[in-house]
């Protein structure tokens, strides 16, 4: 019994810290990623016509031209702007597998097995759900990314949290709830295909994994 709670005691800690390296990883990512987006986000709507009046137009050259204007006109921190939701949206992953594990616990309380369909179905599930309870925070992110907007004159970092929570409150007052959801069923179509068949894939290296490993332990005895 003792010997049992020692493997289940070092099976958790190893799970903590393998969660710990892989948040540290996922923000040091977000970190060194953003500016690429948020000249990435720029060049795409330079050009644009928007109606709305509040949103500054912009002219870059290309990517080392918008790295030069940006720093000049905006300070080096611009290039941080929505860090803080990008960070938010790694819960994004941990939702979606959550989900995806409870459907598939659910269903195999039902049959022994899954069958690819099953799969597809509950990673394409677990993914679309996710995407729906975070999708807000790319709305936010997206806006800070730009910048360009006579909601912020001053120019100042749009990277803090205090300034998400702005812009959802305006967002939400201006243009309702549905304001933070415009552009979700391109975000939907763009996300969940591909979830489902990475699930898909998943399980069948996993099964091939434990067939594989199965079998050479069939051929030592």
Known sequence: M????GVANVLAQ???DSEALEGLFLKRTVLLTTPLWVVNTRLKLQGAKFRNEDIVPMNYKGIIDAFHQIIRDEGISALWNGTVPSLLL????AIQFMFYEGLKWQL???????????VFIIGAVAK???TRLTYPMHTVQSILRFGHHRLNPENRTLGNLWNTLYLLHERVRRFGILGLYKGLEAKLLQTVLTAALMFLVYEKLTAATFTVVGLKRAHKH
């Open 108 to 118: 195999l309380k039902k049959q022994m097995k899954l069958s690819s369909l099953d």
């Open 14 to 16: 190893s799970t903590l």
């Open 90 to 93: 790694v819960f994004n992953l």
């Open 2 to 5: 003792r010997f049992l709670k």
């Open 128 to 130: 679309a759900t996710a």
